[in-house]
């Protein structure tokens, strides 16, 4: 089955995971993203320790999983040399995509009128923290800062006990949000360019990710005048099918039952508690508005009554929306995650194994399948020869620094 960006050819010269992760997507659709990588070192990520987490073996869980099925490419650009062996790759490229700073690309003459002066119908794709105008548009940015501060996501979550912001609840939790907004509109920009024959310059945000991920808040924030998200007492919620309970085990169950009366006689024989239809306190949904604490208060001490287990069985073909709060080890056991091969297996370098999470989009039925990440420089040679470079050619760019 062809995949639909397939004969795609992306150039990316960035780092870190935001952009790469927008690069990950393009290649779990088709294309063939080319990562271009310093030769000191490559990309900083591959010597991270992520929130001290070593990686385990020589599995470097935030390399591969942003760059699993790319090519690398090690130019010095700064090197003349390097820089027109990057130059040579755009004149074959669709996209060009980047997180390096204006003042940097500008310094080394692969900014956008540069790009285009070598390819004129080329894609360009640029992520930065802050967007491409303003005073910071041209300063640095990490999601924990642009996305997480800046972009007001951590003013959705309280406080801790001594009254500090929370931390982002796991690594490149922004990155990966802009990463998918990226490939969204590089396949947009494609089709524009296959429709008009124009290209486009894109730019994605940390910060416009930010506040589009949690948008409806940020609009009501100015009507209603809000600072931070509201919470109440869940027992006084007028809708007492939808919230979470607790169950005999300590473990949780998120019930979202929106339409409560189309559910709510299977739901009380399910949990053997007949009053809940009985009585009309709680027979409609107007009266169970009416009465949501007494309510709650029984299907809480229904819940109690039984392991998560017990209720996944009890459950099992309830038409009710309900699932469990699911660590993050039971993923790789859910059925429906398996069955949808949401967590793709492969092996790294060395041949350790290792699953990684596929990007969200499947087409036509087929799942998606990855590689791992490569080597820094692991595919210099052959790019280049792909670009009608020969090998003494290369060999003098190896000795005059310009390549790994």
Not at 103 to 122: F, G, K, T, Y
Request: aromatic residues 8%; contains cysteine; negative net charge.
């Amino acid at each position: 089955m062809s995949r639909p960006l397939e004969g795609v050819r992306v150039v990316e010269v960035a780092s870190w995971m935001f952009v790469p992760s927008g690069g990950s997507v393009l290649v779990d659709w088709g294309a063939d993203v080319i990562k271009v990588e310093n030769p000191a070192g490559g990309d900083p990520q591959r010597g991270l320790i992520t929130s001290g987490l070593i990686p385990a073996g020589t599995v470097n869980f935030m390399v591969e999983q942003p760059n699993r099925g790319k090519r690398s490419v090690a130019l010095n650009i700064a090197h003349p040399d390097g820089r027109e062996a990057l130059m040579k790759l755009v004149e074959t490229a669709d996209v060009f995509l980047t997180n390096y700073l204006e003042p940097v690309r500008r310094r080394l003459d692969i900014d956008n009128e540069a790009i285009l002066a070598r390819n004129p119908s080329i894609v360009i794709a640029r992520g930065t923290g802050q967007g491409p105008a303003g005073p910071d548009a041209e300063k640095g940015g990490f999601d924990g800062a642009s996305f997480w501060a800046r972009g007001a996501v951590a003013a959705v979550f309280p406080p801790d006990a001594a009254g500090w912001p929370q931390g982002q609840p796991s690594p490149a939790f922004g990155d990966v949000m802009g990463g998918m907004a990226l490939a969204g509109a590089i396949a947009a920009a494609l089709l524009k360019r296959e429709r008009t024959g124009e290209p486009s310059v894109i730019d994605v945000s940390l910060l416009a990710t930010a506040m589009w991920q949690v948008s409806p808040l940020v609009v009501a924030a100015k009507l209603f005048g809000l600072t931070s998200l509201p919470r109440g007492d869940r027992r006084k919620n007028p809708n007492p099918g939808v919230g979470v309970f607790r169950t005999a085990d300590d473990r949780y169950i998120s019930l979202i039952l929106l339409q409560s009366d189309r559910y709510w006689d299977d739901f009380a024989v399910r949990l053997e508690r007949p009053i809940l239809v009985d009585d009309e306190r709680f027979n409609t949904s107007e009266a169970r508005s009416k009465n949501g604490p007494e309510c709650i208060d029984i299907i809480d001490e229904a819940f109690a009554g039984r392991t998560l287990d017990e209720w996944k069985e009890r459950l099992a073909d309830f038409d009710g929306v309900w699932t469990p709060f699911q660590t993050l080890t039971e993923l790789y056991d859910d059925p429906q995650v398996v069955a949808n091969n949401y967590l793709p297996a492969m092996e790294d370098g060395a041949g350790n194994p290792v699953q990684l999470v596929a990007s969200p989009a499947q087409f036509d039925e087929t799942p998606v399948e990855v590689e791992r990440a490569p080597e820094l420089g692991e595919h210099t040679e052959l790019v280049l020869a792909e670009l009608g470079i020969d090998w003494d050619e290369i060999a003098a760019l190896k000795s005059r620094g310009a390549i790994l």
